[in-house]
């Protein structure tokens, strides 16, 4: 959410032409997928119980639903953390909007991409 909080902020800054019209980051939730056919059975089918009786656990259905609303958002969504599906947001936490910690996130984080580059060149 820093980073999508940063790039928020710059995309409405007065003078910069941005062709993004959506910043927002998706948690489809824990979703029930296949993916712990490599952990021993009975280990996957407790945490499957587990997540189901604390009503954590979503069909792959439903998971796909916060996904497809960032892909076709409502008009002037964004900069937001959407969850769950049917346009539903939650709020991040403070640390994700601190304008000082995500410029230096921006920065470094532009600096090592930078750097890649130029070792890729060589």
């Not at 499957?48 to 892909?71: D, E, H, M, R, Y």
Request: net charge positive; hydrophobic share 40%; glycine share 6%.
């Amino acid at each position: 959410m820093l980073f999508d909080s940063r790039i928020d902020v710059s995309k409405r800054s007065p003078g910069l032409s941005c062709n993004v019209s959506l910043i927002c980051a998706v948690d489809p939730g824990v979703v029930e997928t296949n993916r712990t056919r490599g952990v021993p059975s009975c280990l996957s089918c407790v945490a499957f119980t587990v997540l189901k009786l604390l009503s954590l656990l979503q069909s792959p259905k439903k998971g796909i639903s916060s996904v497809l609303n960032a892909a076709l958002p409502q008009p002037d969504t964004s900069g937001v953390y959407l969850f769950g599906g049917k346009g539903r947001t939650i709020n991040s936490s403070a640390l994700s909007h601190n304008s000082k910690l995500a410029h230096e996130l921006w920065t470094t984080s532009c600096s090592l991409f930078m750097q890649s580059q130029l070792a890729v060149k060589v």
